[in-house]
């Protein structure tokens, strides 16, 4: 399964067009798009526009939009009411939650439902402030607390989870224990599939860079150059 996150109509149509599975409406647009240290600030009215333009992208991809911080908080009906806005107003096919066993009501509320919901357990970025920090997870006895929260988001109804920032061996393990496919991040090869954030899967994201990132090109140095290029012509009035 190869997923890419877009935030946009036109890199959605891009990766639409290069044959990408699925196409997530990450939260991390909080850092790569709107520039704060980390996805908290997002509002659900965000991820809903983001997610409209690369619905309008995508005519292959499946879309899942991300539940942003401070929903799954609160009562199952609030998250289910965001939920119903999400697939409503944007045309995604799925919602992916953060978090594991205690989540995992809020979760069965939505699937009973027949909401699709994408599950996401391990270092989950809404977490940062209580793992004191972007921090790998799982490691030693911790192993077991992610295992849990897998098979609980697989037992209330989640077609597929992604296991992000945990060590290789521990995602091999959830992977070959789970029925629904995972999706790694951070989380070694063993997993079913991989996401990267397209920001740095392009070279384009400058901010901090996790070890496991492939940039697949250095698209920072391609727009230096041709925008640079612009400039230098505009100036010396050689373009238009
Ligand atoms: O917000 C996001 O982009 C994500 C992926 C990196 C899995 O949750």
């Given at each position: 399964i190869v997923c890419v996150t877009a935030y946009d109509y036109t890199v959605a149509k891009l990766l639409d067009a290069a044959g990408v599975d699925m196409l997530l409406v990450g939260d991390s647009l909080g850092m790569v798009v709107q520039g704060h240290d980390t996805t908290l600030p997002v509002t659900l009215d965000q991820m809903i526009y983001h997610t409209q333009a690369v619905v309008r992208g995508s005519e292959?991809?499946?879309?899942?939009?991300?539940?942003?911080?401070g929903l799954c908080h609160r009562s199952s009906d609030v998250?289910?009411?965001a939920a119903i806005r999400v697939l409503k107003e944007s045309?995604?096919?799925?919602?992916?939650?953060?978090?594991?066993?205690?989540?995992?009501?809020?979760i069965q509320a939505l699937t009973t439902r027949h909401i699709p919901v994408l599950g996401?357990?391990?270092?989950?970025?809404q977490s940062v402030h209580a793992f004191g920090g972007f921090k790998v997870?799982?490691?030693?006895?911790?192993?077991?607390?992610?295992?849990?929260?897998?098979?609980?988001?697989?037992e209330a109804g989640a077609f597929?989870?992604?296991?992000?920032?945990i060590p290789a061996r521990l995602s091999e393990k959830i992977s070959a224990r789970l029925t629904i496919p995972t999706i790694g991040i951070g989380a070694g090869p063993g997993?079913?599939?991989q996401v990267?954030?397209?920001?740095?899967?392009?070279?384009?994201?400058?901010?901090?860079?996790?070890r496991f990132v492939k940039r697949y090109m250095d698209g920072s140095a391609l727009v230096r150059q041709a925008v640079g290029h612009f400039a230098e012509e505009v100036r010396n009035r050689s373009f238009p």
């Open positions: 292959k991809a499946f879309v899942a939009c991300d539940l942003p911080f998250v289910l009411e045309g995604a096919q799925a919602v992916k939650v953060e978090g594991g066993v205690p989540v995992a009501q809020t996401h357990v391990g270092l989950t970025p997870q799982g490691r030693g006895e911790a192993a077991d607390r992610v295992l849990a929260d897998a098979v609980a988001v697989e597929a989870v992604v296991l992000e920032g997993c079913d599939g990267l954030v397209v920001y740095d899967l392009l070279g384009l994201y400058d901010g901090v860079k996790p």
